[in-house]
């Protein structure tokens, strides 16, 4: 049962990082209809900026919390700073390409932050200070520690401010109106440009989020560590149904939630056959079995096969 | 006037085929490493060959493609190695020099296997459209990997990630293609021998596609690729064909997987990560989604252009003193070039003609604003017209 718990909560810390990272997706998603594959190499930017101020800070005594606080502000704004310009330079351009186009630029972006990373920061691991009190709390036989309990609010308050965004201000209803219909929303005085750069900015902020948290909860940053959360999240997002934001949400902390209990279980499960080595298969398993059975995703809708 | 063309088109076949048949003995001179090149560009042809079936021609995005390669690697890694032997006891009695099974078993079992696969695979993705459809063949790519890597344990099958090393190499009537044999009064190395190899079955395989293209199956597919609904009011069988599709390609990655594996002599999982598969669907559309020139030049551009920034970017990394890398300059390049490419020409770098005309016919002496010209235009060339104005859809 300790065992139990401690999945879970692990789990819904992995959940949560994915959750955030598949909203950027499945936002994107909802408006242009691309797979912006450069989005897990964002969480990677905001993970080594906030690595490079962090240690930048370190002489001058500072509490932790302020510490990070800082750190993520830097991050947040690398990364706006970069996911609109990826989105300028190699999207914007192609908004009316065949489909397979921006996917193309999409992953050159993705490479091409990789090496400007490798370039910057150089190719070896990091490890990212520990800067907040790392006594673990006991629940039940089980552990968890303030990072990761940081973790689970900052979600959960970024989640519900996103939702007041999407559905109660002006820019939400924008945003809603373009990925319904881009002209139909034009002639109603939105503008579909700024509504997509503003998209990417969020998606960006919320990257960058996840990828501080990630590399505070994990303890070391490289260039390539925005591949598996990315094509997790991406995972996630198809799981709950893409260009929906409460599926993305659902969708992250359920594969989260599978995959730490899918790793803690399996060895007993199989008798030692399968050991935890296989973690990164149950997504894929449960995606493509949850697939089969419905096409749409989790919280997609059902739309017709051609309009 | 129709006589000069067909006579100028052999001609240049011709001088392409000798071109062809040359070609490694030149550049022998410069090296046998640049020979390699080749062979390692024309293997990615062949993958993208069977991609461009998939992906071009039945519109089904496969992210997953390099599953397929690996099915086929493994098929030669294991029948043609000591490996199973090492591991297996009761094998070990029977084949006391482990199993050398010979190509021509192998290489067809191969094929099949991994067209099993691929019909395997697209059964349960069949109501699957465009992403939901990418990131379940990519999540198969990835298991098929994860299971390659962990395989060694509690039976030791795949070895790993150490990988599987002393695969046999193909040799043709007792003439091995991994030695250095002399013909002609030329040496042919096992680079050169391979080249042929891997040439005829390049030509082989663009046969296969021009005409599957031009049959019932490749109008299907890209009817299909195009409104899979109005495809199935038209009559098509939309399960089976996507099934074809899906089979098909996949018993072209099966192909190159044994060819790769007897070329390199080993291979690991690590050959056959996501990136390869990504590298694959590049080649295919950089290229010209659907068009076979366009398909091979991408795949060639592509497969050689970081082989051969390996060369360039030496002198470079001494000007920047060493602080960008050989790896990262090709990386960065790379990179810049397909995004560079994309933005230039968003549909290719040769896509198939824009105006119904698969090759440029030389008969008619119509201005393109004759009016005439869409009643001349045949059925199947016009399916085509439909074909590349609806890739700019929304659909995959």
Known sequence: MDTFIQQIINGLVLGSVYALVALGYTMVYGIINLINFAHGDV?????????????ALA?????????LLISLIAAIVVCSVVNYLIEKIAYRPLRNAPRLAPLITAIGMSLLLQTLAMIIWKPNYKSFPILLPSEPFHIGGAVINTVQILILVATAVTLTGLTYLVNRTKLG?????????????????????????????????????????YAANYGSVQHTMGFLPGLKAFTAAVFGGIGNLAGAMVGG?????????????????????????????????????????RPQGLLGERVADRA | MTETIRRNKLAAFLAAAVLLCILPFIVQMAGNAWVRIIDIALLYVLLALGLNIVVGY???????????????????????????ADTFPGIAAAFPDGLHTPWWIVIPLGAICAGAAGVLLGAPT???????????????????????????????????PKGITGIDEISIFGVSLGRTQHFFGLDWPKVTNYYFLFLVLVIFAVLICYRLERSRIGRAWMAIREDEVAAKAMGI???????????????????????????????????????ESIMIVAMVVLGGIGHLPGVIVGALLLAALPEVLRYVAGPLQNMTDGRLDASILRQLFVALAMIGIMLARPRGLWPSPEHGKLAPTPAPALTPDDPGVPQRVTPQTSTVTNVVRGTGSKHV
């Open chain 2, 126 to 160: 069949l109501k699957l459209r465009g992403d939901y459809l990418a990131i379940v063949t990519l999540g198969f790519g990835e298991i098929v990997r994860v299971f390659l890597n962990n395989l060694d344990a509690p039976v030791n099958i795949t070895n790993g």
């Open chain 1, 43 to 55: 969480l990677m930017v905001g993970a080594l900026t906030s690595w490079t101020v962090v240690t």
């Open chain 1, 173 to 213: 209803r924008a945003m809603r109106a373009t990925a319904e219909n881009p002209r139909v929303a034009a002639l109603m005085g939105v503008r579909p440009d700024t509504v997509i750069s503003a998209t990417f900015v969020i998606g960006a902020a919320l990257a960058a989020l996840a990828g501080v948290m």
């Open chain 2, 237 to 275: 069988n939309t399960r089976n064909l996507k099934l074809l599709a899906f089979g098909m390609g996949a018993t072209f990655g099966g192909v190159s997987g044994t060819m790769f594996a007897s070329f390199q002599g080993f291979i690991s999982p690590e050959s056959f990560a996501l990136n």
């Open chain 1, 253 to 293: 902390v359920l594969l989260g939630l599978i995959e730490s209990l899918g790793a803690g279980y399996i060895g007993a499960l199989t008798g030692g056959v399968l050991g935890s080595n296989y973690q990164d298969i149950f997504a894929f398993i449960v995606l493509i079995v949850v697939l089969t059975l």
């Open chain 2, 58 to 84: 039945a519109g089904l995005l496969d992210l997953g493609y390099v599953a397929f390669y690996a099915v086929g690697a493994y098929m030669l890694g294991l029948l043609a190695s000591s490996q199973l």
């Open chain 1, 59 to 67: 002489g001058f005594g500072m509490p932790g919390w302020l510490m």
